[in-house]
């Protein structure tokens, strides 16, 4: 699993185009504040360990990103442009809810972009050294 984490002053998103036949409505888009944006992928290696191992693993590290930028709020995005291994896209839709269950349980409010589109993203990330953490996890 990659994850490439951005401290936000602001992060949008806009529904492009559609990437799975199986994806729900998209909605229309939205925007956040002061929030984690995590570029996360899971890779075809993460589906050969436990998946609550690869999500604790991803839990983990959100809460630190988190913390090191004095924010609870996380917005998690299916990137798949980290690595070029990629896991089945059930597996990582289940990591990520997962996931978001086991923040929320934690006290953060956690959102998901739309899975299975392509997104026009806009955002707004300060420059310091926290506001951006890669990780292979």
């Not at 420059?127 to 996890?137: D, K």
Request: net charge neutral; with cysteine; aromatic share 10%.
């Amino acid at each position: 699993m990659k994850v490439l984490v951005f401290y936000t002053n602001s992060f949008s998103y806009k529904p492009a185009d559609k990437n799975l036949d199986h994806a729900p409505d998209p909605g229309t888009g939205a925007t956040y504040t002061n929030c984690i944006l995590a570029l996360i992928q899971i890779e075809a290696a993460d589906e050969e360990k436990d998946l609550l191992s690869r999500e604790k693993k991803l839990v983990n590290h959100l809460k630190w990103a988190a913390r090191k930028n004095n924010t609870k709020n996380i917005v998690l995005h299916s990137f798949a442009h980290l690595s070029s291994s990629k896991a089945a896209s059930d597996f990582t839709h289940q990591i990520f809810n997962h996931a978001q269950i086991r923040l929320e349980r934690a006290g953060f409010q956690v959102n998901q972009t739309p899975f299975g589109y392509f997104l026009d993203l806009m955002m707004d990330a300060p420059g310091f050294s926290l506001a951006r953490i890669w990780a292979e996890l």
